[in-house]
């Protein structure tokens, strides 16, 4: 079966530590790879995709994911966590074109 | 959240009767879709639209109905057939299915 796996529901980290926050994915064919992040009662907003090309993506507020196609997965980074970066993550794939998976989400929290 | 409306925000309905929940747009995007958000469930795709007059059902469908007589809006109504209506529903848009979603502010439906 087609599926979307975040492993870790909480990732707890210290400010100014880096982060990571994981995803792996099982489609058939080439995924197209998304994160989103979700503050308390908004709606998602998109931080970053990877369609081809290089393996590393930079998205927005500092954020980076690298594709590993041999462990089929898209691993959410950042160098240095901020309070604010406290929030709810998701994984999304898309696949055979008109395809779409969601991960159940992760929650990060930094601490001061 | 901008350029994408829902409306209301909190919206409370007695069990046996029909909801309509509000999505509009003004970013010109062909693509719009509706999910419902569970706690610890994620996203889980209702329905979509690609383009005006057509749309597809989603993982979770039952229960509910859709119509796409404009570009610009892509209303969900919740049905009394919905087992578990009771949830935060989202509505995005995009350019297309393979590109990155964006995100509406989402109403909170409670049905006693």
């Known amino acids: 079966a087609q599926s979307v796996a975040q492993p870790e529901d909480q990732v707890n980290v210290a400010e100014g530590n880096p982060l990571t926050v994981k995803c792996t994915y099982s489609?058939?064919?080439?995924?197209?790879l998304f994160w989103y992040v979700q503050y308390p009662n908004r709606g998602l907003q998109f931080l970053l995709k990877y369609i081809t090309g290089d393996n590393l993506v930079k998205g927005s507020y500092g954020f980076e994911a690298e594709f590993n196609k041999s462990q089929t997965s898209f691993h959410l980074k950042k160098p240095s966590a901020l309070v604010s970066d406290s929030a709810l993550y998701f994984c999304?794939?898309?696949?055979?074109?008109?395809?779409?998976?969601f991960g159940t989400g992760t929650r990060l929290q930094v601490f001061p | 959240d901008g350029g994408i409306t829902q409306s209301p925000k909190y919206l409370f309905r007695k069990e046996g009767q029909n909801v309509t929940l509000s999505c509009e747009q003004n970013?010109?995007?062909?693509?719009m879709y509706w999910y419902r958000q569970d706690p610890g469930q994620g996203l889980r795709l209702i329905y979509y639209s690609q383009i005006v007059n057509d749309f597809q059902k989603g993982d979770i469908a039952e229960g509910y109905s859709v119509s796409r007589e404009k570009k610009e809006s892509f209303p969900l109504t919740v049905t009394s057939a919905q087992k578990n209506p009771t949830a935060f529903y989202l509505c995005?848009?995009?350019?297309?299915?393979?590109?990155?979603?964006?995100f509406g502010p989402g109403t909170r439906l409670t049905v006693t």
């Open positions: 999304a794939v898309i696949y055979n074109t008109d395809k779409l998976i």
């Open positions: 995005a848009t995009s350019q297309g299915f393979s590109y990155e979603q964006y």
């Open positions: 970013l010109n995007h062909d693509a």
């Open positions: 489609v058939s064919g080439n995924p197209y």
